[in-house]
């Protein structure tokens, strides 16, 4: 390409100034001296030139080719139904007839999912993936998607290109969906009572009524039939402490694009109004200010205490209006309250005749339907006197032998303690022996059920745990814990052992000893399996769409089994280990790509159109994916068909060189200028003169 560039020697506003000097100055010579004057003013001509310093350019410029931006849409919605297959189809098609055209480089961007809950960021993509490319270049973009779109610009001057953007539509027009939209679901409620949760049924060429299930904690608990898109609520019980999940789940319609929005989730966390413990002293001993204080420094425990004073078979003659003592109420507490407490503790209790057998028997009863038993064990547990001899006995994991072994020792944690959740990892125990400081007295006893988690001296038996039916027994075989309190020889972890300890027996969920759980890290799913035995079996892990994936555990500590595996999807999984059932949300509750399912030709049209592209669907009825012609077009605003679509060409080019050629400078321009002068001079030399 050939163009000639000035580059003056002086300023500007001088070159102009000379200009219009030259130009007067050879009017008046024309005027006044005729057309010899001519000459002359050629003369200034060519020297204003020089001053100008023209120079003639020769670029070597080489055509490149125009890009066309592919967005290939591979978010969560372009999953359902077969739409996945028609993008693929779709994209197959484009990448061959563009690279069928010599004129164009094809640039292919996929764009998945944003960043929490942005949803489908395509024009986002769009924008990185044409980050190197002059916009003059672009000569068209093709968005291959299902419509749903989550970052379209108010208006074609927000893109940076110049081309027309069309859309080609996956998905169908008739596509039916149906799910579960919560509208009022409770984060906590009182263990015991209910909570009632608010949800609805929408759906899109459903039949008006939909068939639900409530499960909770993974046990069918209702089956209704509902209105679709109607309010409905349920009234559920909150059963433990802890997670209650409870999961909402609607029949699917035949043939209907996705089922993991059939399905809601809402955890409730169980809160007891009080846990109310009723600590029973036989006789005050110094321990018995260790379980009192234990238990009054939770502000979440009521605690009721009695301390026995005088049994019945004491009689010292003392008149029974001088007494100040208060009389164990125990019709009330054994009979006719039993149920309202959450733990009962025996410390250092005897049989003294103050709790008939009956009441006995009403504790054994209490156990099995749920209730807990706490046996803190003294010298009276070897005695005839001891509870193991009473109408207890059946829940009481162990018969003592009679021997009272009184000798310093160091409670140590059993295997089956290592993975206990009671005993496991109580500070010090990563030593041998443990960091802690000694005991003084056990109780010899002979267990015969239950889990033994802690020892003492000779090995013997100091904790016992036991599960009898619905309820909890726990058979402490000492009454020093109070000289780890105390701080003796160093002392030890006792609030830790004890409250672990009360609190597994009130059902505490973070110490069962067979549990599942699961949590979310960003994009992972964090798998803990509790359990009691040497292994642990793998888990079935369902992800949102139905797909299964089975999960290996690996030991991490005794008894606690992980693992941690990429999610594949967003929203709720699934897992499930045996009878055990866990449930994991990744990402939002509520994710955007699943809020609205449906294929859209609307929402881009505005945009597409105003570039002068197109929206039209690939397939709109049949299995047939056609997808529309692509041709240059350069002139017109026209730049779609029925069965085209168009790109305008940039005809843009690289500069590989540039040759420069000095036109006023040199030898050429000296011989101008001196010719030009000559030819003033010698026509001035022959005019005759007039004077």
Known sequence: MLSVSFSPLVPEYVLWGLAAVVAVLAVFAVVTRGPVALLRAVALVLILLALANPSLIQEEREPVKDVVAVVIDRSTSQTLGDRAAMTDRVRGELQRRLGAMTNVEPRFIEAGDGEGDDGTRLFGALANGLADVAPERVAGAILVTDGVVHDIP???????????VHALVTGRPNERDRRIVLLRAPRFGIVGRDQTITAQVDERNGTGQAQIQVRRDGQVIARR?????????????????????????VDPLPEELTAANNRAVVTIEGIREKLRVLLVSGEPHAGERTWRNLLKSDANVDLVHFTILRPPEKQDGTPINELSLIAFPTRELFQQKIKEFDLIIFDR??????????????IVRYVREGGAVLVAAGPEFASPASLARTRLSPIIPGSPDGRIIEEPYRPGITAMGQRHPVSRALPGSEQSPPAWGEWLRL?????????????????????????????????????HAWLWARGFREGGPHLDLLRRLAHWLMKEPGLEEEALRASAANRDIRIERQTMADEAAPVRVTAPSGAERTVALEPETPGLFTAQVPARELGLHTLRSGDLVAFVSIGPPNPRELANVFSDTEALRPLAEATGG?????????????????????????????????????DTAIVRGVSVLPLALGFLGLALLLGALLAAWLSEGRRPNRS
């Open 225 to 249: 039939t509902v209105q679709a898109d109607r309010p409905f609520s349920i009234p559920v019980r909150v059963d433990h402490g802890g997670p209650n999940v409870v999961e909402i789940e």
């Open 614 to 650: 197109s929206v039209r669907r690939v397939a709109a009825t049949g299995d047939d994916v056609v997808v529309p012609r692509i041709q240059s077009v350069r002139s017109g605003t026209r730049l779609a068909g029925g069965d085209w679509i168009g790109i305008r060409p940039s």
């Open 443 to 479: 109780l010899g006893t002979e267990v015969r059920n239950g889990t033994t988690v802690m020892q003492g001296a000779g090995d013997r038996p100091l904790l016992v745990l036991r599960r009898e039916d619905k309820g909890r027994v726990a058979l402490l075989l000492s009454d």
């Open 349 to 362: 209790y005897a049989n003294q005749s103050v709790l008939p057998a009956t009441y006995f028997d009403n």
């Open 154 to 164: 108010a208006n074609a001057a927000q893109l940076s290109l110049k081309g027309p």
